[in-house]
């Protein structure tokens, strides 16, 4: 699958492979994302590596960050995304969500599945709803996974 790269108002989106920037990733990630608290660095490079990744960028600095683990055909997770905070309030979380839910690649998906505390507002705005039937789904979730690494 070629990169591809979006600009807007001196900010660029990118999907290149080579470009995110995995320690500035995994500082935030590790340090203020409630989800990740205490990752271990090569956790980070590996999703990084095994997934779709749309880096935002302000110049050559990576602002903020957002992967999608899928199948391409049928079903698309979304994940670790998140906005610095001093970038935060310019829509580039919105512009970050209409670039996903428009890639080429991801289109005619049956199924995106997230998991959020805080930003329901965000993906509402991108059409995302709370899960239908959520009796249906299960999970095997690991809370402390990374409490002790």
């Known amino acids: 699958m070629s990169y591809r790269a979006f600009y807007k108002d001196g900010f660029c989106i990118s ?8 320690k500035a990733i995994h ?27 749309f880096g ?4 050559e600095q990576q602002i903020g960050f957002a992967r999608v683990v899928s199948d391409f055909s049928c079903i698309a997770y ?31 998906m049956r199924r995106w599945i997230l998991s959020t505390v805080d930003a329901h507002g965000l993906y509402k705005q991108s059409g995302w709803m709370p899960v239908a039937y959520p009796e249906r789904w299960m999970e095997v979730h690991n809370r402390d996974v990374y409490a002790h690494t």
């Open 15 to 22: 999907t290149e492979n080579a470009r995110p920037d995995l």
């Open 27 to 53: 500082h935030f990630l590790s340090t203020q994302a409630y989800w990740s608290l205490n990752i271990p660095y090569y956790r980070v490079e590996e999703a990084v590596s095994h997934s779709l990744n």
């Open 56 to 59: 935002l960028y302000h110049k």
């Open 78 to 108: 979304l994940g670790d995304v998140y906005v610095l905070p001093e970038f935060r309030g310019r829509g580039l979380s919105k512009w970050l969500m209409k670039t996903i839910m428009e890639y080429p690649e991801l289109q005619g």
